[in-house]
């Protein structure tokens, strides 16, 4: 393959071809797309095993994807998606291949990385957690006064929560009812003390998981676990309430944690990629090995599907460059999340930071600064509870906002009526943004109104629609949709990386803050430190020292 060696797709005729047809077609209401057209809906769906992606309520033609699928040609995605199933070092500005897909992979996979194929370790790993996890789940596990575990603690950050968080939520009906799985990320002490509200020590488990197990707010939030637990204990029961996860084995040994209670993992799997791995550890203790085993087969069936569905019937692909579209093309900012499935609620945070960690960049793979609009605002709200929050803005403010909507089309908790109308409003949500309501609509309905009383009511109730949707509708939240969706989405980042010429897996921008913090906290304690920084950052320092002891 030959590819420059900076950015330069956005000079190509593609690209203007691209930015021609936007302005040729952004007047074009989606209301009349549906009514030229009876075979929108089958021309513009896609559907995997349980999966359907109704994504013909967006501004696009026929002809729209046939450009975006030219700028994928242009951007060599077929290259980059083969790049990375070979385990080469894509990952550029660390030296580091990108292999999350080899962590769903099963025997007989022919993973590499370096010419090593790396199936047997990731095997091994994944065949010790089963191993500890039915340990635990059976009560053979013991705490250090002879009695199982009752509740599991996950103390991590980022990529070693998040994921992990949202599985257990969404998963939750196949969770073991015995163990209470809780999460503690946040440096605020309060996190910690009130997961431990109401917890034994001897009936507890803590997982230390961090990638680099440098993480400061994790290894405090570890210290104060260990802490607690030996108020409570003799040191030798840190070998029975603490594991830890990690692609670092000393550091986790200079921690206090025996490295046999140590699951690894590898420095070619990003943090924010990192469910799969030994990271899912409090994943697979909830729902069990062999659950966790369907939540893998979920992602590799959307693995399978993106390296080998042509482009048009791809669905990571199509997701992927609908956003480029939006965000490139017509300069939309932000990209909004809703899921409608209580379990689902911590999927715009973790989507957040897959999204937002991995393509929120201006600088190119090259070291070039990019001039044109990279990743998007990712945001968004379980529904119905967004519908009573933002949705205004979507139906009548004045930005383009592009939406997913996520709805199982079975619930595990149908109760009496619930689900229909929990489905019926995310449809409503996807018609109502999409048509929007006309003159003539809202005149029927304020029929009898005239004068100042019309003139002032009519444009306030006109809805402008021609709002972007995707609906992805999963036949029910089991742990393979699961794995499905967010391996699709991890697909759907790795292309638009690849369209905007971003590496997506490094993360330079965290690390500023971080050392400027390491920095300031010493100056907090020590009142007569001397303070070199801006005059806001100086006075709130000094605030601090002021307000602390009062
Ligand atoms: O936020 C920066 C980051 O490095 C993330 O990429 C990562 O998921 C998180 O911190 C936690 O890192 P670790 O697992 O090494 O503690």
């Known amino acids: 393959m030959t590819q420059p060696r900076h950015y330069d797709l956005n000079h190509t005729s593609i690209w203007a071809k691209l930015h021609q047809h936007q302005r040729a077609t952004r007047h074009m209401h989606m209301r009349e797309l549906f009514a030229a057209d009876p075979q929108r809906f089958q021309r513009f769906s896609l559907s995997l095993g349980p999966l359907l992606m109704d994504y013909s309520k967006h501004r696009i033609t026929e002809r729209t994807l046939e450009l975006l699928f030219?700028?994928?040609?242009?951007?060599?995605?077929?290259?980059?998606?083969?790049?990375?199933?070979?385990?080469?070092?894509?990952?550029?500005?660390?030296?580091?291949?990108?292999?999350?897909?080899?962590?769903?992979?099963?025997?007989?996979?022919?993973?590499?990385?370096?010419?090593?194929?790396?199936?047997?370790?990731?095997?091994?790993?994944?065949?010790?957690?089963?191993?500890?996890?039915?340990?635990v789940r059976s009560g053979a596990w013991l705490g250090f006064d002879g009695r199982p575990i009752r509740a599991v603690v996950n103390l991590g950050i980022g990529g070693s929560d998040l994921g992990p968080l949202l599985a257990c939520r969404a998963l939750?009906?196949?969770?073991?009812?015995?163990?209470d799985m809780r999460f503690v990320a946040n440096l605020d002490g309060q996190h910690l003390a009130q997961a431990l509200e109401g917890l034994e020590p001897a009936t507890t488990l803590f997982i230390v998981a961090s990638k680099s197990f440098t993480t400061p707010e994790t290894l405090m939030n570890a210290e104060a676990a260990r802490a607690w637990l030996l108020a409570a204990a003799p040191a030798e029961a840190v070998?029975?309430?603490?594991?830890?996860?990690?692609?670092?084995?000393?550091?986790?040994?200079?921690?206090?944690?025996?490295?046999?209670?140590?699951?690894?993992?590898?420095?070619?799997?990003?943090?924010?990629?990192?469910?799969?791995?030994?990271?899912?550890?409090?994943?697979?203790?909830?729902?069990?090995?062999?659950?966790?085993?369907?939540?893998?087969a979920g992602a590799r069936r959307m693995d399978a599907h993106f390296l080998e569905a042509p482009f048009a019937q791809n669905i990571p692909v199509i997701l992927a460059l609908l956003g480029v579209w939006y965000n490139t093309f017509y300069r939309a900012h932000t990209h909004a999340i809703m899921p409608y499935d209580q379990g689902l609620a911590r999927l715009p945070a973790y989507l957040q930071q897959l999204d937002m960690e991995s393509n929120g960049k201006r600088v190119g793979r090259y070291g070039e600064t990019l001039d044109f609009d990279t990743g998007p605002v990712i945001w968004g709200e379980v529904g119905v509870n967004s519908q009573h929050a933002f949705f205004q803005l979507l139906h009548q403010g004045t930005r383009l906002v592009p939406c997913d909507f996520i709805v199982p089309m079975r619930s595990h908790y149908p109760l009496?009526?619930?689900?229909e109308a929990l489905v019926a409003n995310c449809f409503a949500q996807t018609e109502a943004l999409m048509r929007g309501k006309t003159e003539a609509e809202v005149l029927g309905e304020l029929a009898g109104l005239d004068g100042d009383t019309l003139d002032m009511l009519l444009p306030q109730k006109l809805f402008p629609g021609n709002q972007p949707s995707t609906t992805l509708a999963l036949d029910a939240i089991t742990p393979h949709t699961l794995g499905m969706l967010l391996a699709m989405y991890e697909h759907k980042v790795f292309v638009q990386g690849v369209i905007w010429g971003i590496n997506s897996f490094d993360q330079w921008g965290v690390e500023y803050g971080k050392q400027l913090a390491r920095q300031i906290q010493p100056e907090l304690a020590d009142a007569s430190a001397a303070l070199a920084h801006d005059a806001s950052t100086n006075a709130l320092i000094a605030h601090y020292r002021a307000r602390k002891a009062q």
Do not use: C
């Open 239 to 296: 070998a029975r309430h603490f594991v830890a996860i990690s692609s670092q084995t000393e550091r986790v040994r200079a921690f206090g944690i025996d490295p046999a209670n140590m699951f690894e993992f590898w420095d070619w799997v990003g943090g924010r990629y990192s469910v799969w791995s030994a990271i899912g550890l409090s994943v697979m203790l909830s729902i069990g090995p062999a659950a966790f085993e369907d939540f893998l």
């Open 416 to 419: 009496d009526r619930h689900h």
């Open 70 to 135: 030219e700028l994928a040609d242009a951007a060599h995605l077929k290259d980059w998606r083969q790049r990375m199933r070979a385990g080469e070092a894509i990952n550029v500005s660390e030296k580091r291949a990108v292999l999350h897909m080899a962590l769903r992979g099963q025997a007989g996979d022919d993973f590499q990385v370096d010419g090593q194929p790396v199936m047997a370790q990731v095997l091994a790993v994944r065949a010790r957690m089963a191993a500890f996890a039915e340990q």
């Open 172 to 179: 939750r009906p196949y969770a073991a009812a015995q163990l």
